[in-house]
């Protein structure tokens, strides 16, 4: 079946440095992944997305590549900060009747050590 | 206001029990949408309302209804729940139902005895 998954389940990284957060998905008929912070007793947090015709997005630190030939997306965090510390789930939107379903990936806990 | 809240934050409630989670947003969204997650799983869609209609219904057992009052409002009505609904129920928001960004809110933790 379709499934959004993620490479490791957690990540430990020295504050300061960038950190890489994988994710690989199944369903090459997605229309655009989204990227969520999820920290300790709150909902998730959008952070960025990226559409399926692009292969790079940035935003504020972070960016997103698409690599839709091996069914690949990556976050990338610059300068690794304490309140980065979360789970980080990569989502898969699909687009179909006019309504969007989002199915979130199994999540990469992200610690930072100061 | 550029938030979801949702009420209350914690939940304990028996299983003959029937019992309401709120879920509110002010930023003018027209979907609005229900999610369960389990401890360490990720979010799992239920309900997506549109315009106050109920579009998608991912084969929620009938136990969980859901109401849309109005455009800001979103409810989750919940009678003679299992243990195992116990989790973390997240509302969230989006402006439009197709490709919109969701917003979510802190969630309702529920424990079900």
């Known amino acids: 079946g379709e499934s959004v998954g993620l490479h490791l389940p957690t990540l430990s990284v020295q504050e300061g440095d960038n950190s890489i957060i994988n994710c690989a998905y199944s369903?090459?008929?997605?229309?655009?992944f989204i990227w969520y912070k999820q920290e300790s007793g709150k909902g998730p947090q959008f952070i960025i997305d990226?559409?399926?015709?692009?292969d790079k997005r940035q935003g504020q630190r972070v960016t997103v590549l698409l690599n839709k030939t091996v069914k690949h997306l990556s976050l990338q965090i610059a300068a690794t900060q304490p309140g980065d510390s979360a789970v980080y789930f990569c989502?898969?939107?699909?687009?179909?009747?006019?309504?969007?379903?989002?199915?979130f990936g199994t999540g990469t806990k992200l610690q930072v050590i100061p | 206001d550029t938030e979801v809240t949702q009420t209350p934050k914690h939940l304990v409630m028996g299983m003959t029990n029937k019992k309401s989670l709120k879920c509110e947003q002010h930023?003018?969204?027209?979907?609005m949408y229900w999610y369960k997650q389990k401890a360490k799983k990720p979010p799992e869609l239920m309900f997506v309302?549109?315009?106050?209609?109920?579009?998608i219904n991912e084969s929620v057992p009938s136990r969980f209804s859901p109401e849309c009052p109005n455009s800001s409002l979103l409810n989750l009505h919940l009678h003679a729940l299992q243990p195992e609904d116990s989790a973390l129920y997240l509302c969230?928001?989006?402006?439009?139902?197709?490709?919109?960004?969701?917003?979510f809110g802190p969630g309702t933790r529920l424990l079900v005895l």
């Open positions: 969230a928001s989006s402006l439009r139902v197709s490709g919109e960004t969701q917003y």
């Open positions: 369903n090459s008929a997605s229309d655009y």
């Open positions: 990226i559409r399926s015709n692009m």
């Open positions: 989502a898969e939107g699909l687009i179909r009747g006019g309504y969007q379903k989002v199915t």
């Open positions: 930023m003018g969204h027209r979907a």
């Open positions: 309302y549109s315009y106050e209609k109920l579009s």
